[in-house]
């Protein structure tokens, strides 16, 4: 069977075969599949027994036995992987792909690198219709050109193979800062906490995820210009002070340590998630490029304050 093949290893689903279009889909890995993957050093040096174990399917270029794929280029795949981490969370590792050709088979190259992997991604039916969306929208962002949007997922990409959260987190507001301040170099930490924030309304507490942005760009600063220690700042006391309105905003215990640098590492993580994966449909229906999109998101913003009076308890 020629074309692109890749395994995905940490991936669960309770569909025989999936059809994603553009000759693309999702099926099981068959026996030789997995024999090839299991004996081929250069695949088994990417993944772990524990993913050998697991891995049962694969994205794939459907053709048939004596049929040659229209291309080789892996973009059109990476799209499909992109819609898929655009829509819920899991640690879906894919780091190459292969090719089947009719003579034998050749491993081409890498994807997106493997990372240490926690709970497994999960594709039910319930999500076919809202992914087959998402990845029409994501080839179209690609199509148009536009770096703002193609930065942002690539940064995306980037936080979902992180080791360490330190780099999950700036990735994160690097892939938000591409398409949400795209021309913008001043208050860029309460801009994408008000953007952010607007762009999730109806999906989550819009307060909580100003409160949650401002102090994650605050602790991105930190990283990147002072190189402190995630983890260590739990324990400091002026940073848990800033902790408290993302507490009171998520109706908890100002004074209970109840966020950890995997919670809120992991709140930023699918909070950007969920932003990007707006971003990305809005552009396919409505704009032409992020500019456009953040300058209505900002007036819809102003006209929503003229609307509603002061904002002040007078």
């Known amino acids: 069977m020629p074309g692109l093949v890749v395994p995905l290893a940490n991936f669960e689903t309770e569909l025989a075969q999936i059809d994603l279009g553009d000759g693309w889909e999702l099926r099981p890995l068959g026996h030789s599949d997995l024999t090839y993957i299991g004996s081929n050093f250069l695949i088994a040096q990417h993944f772990t027994p524990q993913h050998h174990r697991d891995m049962t399917y694969a994205l794939a270029q459907k053709c048939g ?99 360490m959260m330190e780099d999950q987190i700036v990735d994160c507001f690097t892939a938000l800062e591409s398409c949400l301040t795209p021309d913008t170099t001043s208050e860029i930490g309460f801009r994408l906490a008000l953007r952010v924030a607007a762009l999730l309304v109806g999906s989550r507490k819009a307060v909580y995820v100003r409160e949650l942005m401002k102090v994650g760009y605050d602790v991105r600063s930190t990283i990147v210009h002072g190189g402190a220690q995630f983890h260590k700042l739990f324990s400091d006391k002026k940073f848990i002070r800033k902790l408290r309105p993302i507490k009171v905003a998520m109706g ?25 994966r707006v971003v990305v449909l809005a552009l396919a229906a409505n704009y032409p490029n992020c500019d456009d999109l953040v300058a209505d998101l900002d007036r819809r913003l102003a006209d929503a304050l003229e609307t509603s009076g002061s904002i002040l308890p007078l």
């Open 65 to 163: 036995p004596h049929e040659k794929p229209s291309s080789l280029d892996p973009r059109p795949g990476i799209d499909i992987l992109r819609a898929m981490k655009l829509l819920h969370a899991g640690d879906m590792s894919t780091p190459l792909y292969f090719h089947y050709d009719v003579e034998g088979r050749s491993v081409i190259g890498g994807l997106l690198p493997a990372k240490r992997l926690g709970a497994p991604y999960k594709l039910l039916s319930s999500d076919l219709v809202n992914l087959r969306k998402l990845i029409v929208a994501v080839r179209g962002a690609r199509a148009r050109g536009d770096q703002h949007i193609e930065h942002a997922l690539s940064r995306f990409d980037d936080a979902c193979s992180r080791q």
């Open 252 to 276: 908890l215990d100002p004074d209970l340590p109840c966020i950890t640098s995997i919670s809120f590492s992991g709140d930023i993580v699918n909070c950007t998630r969920d932003a990007l």
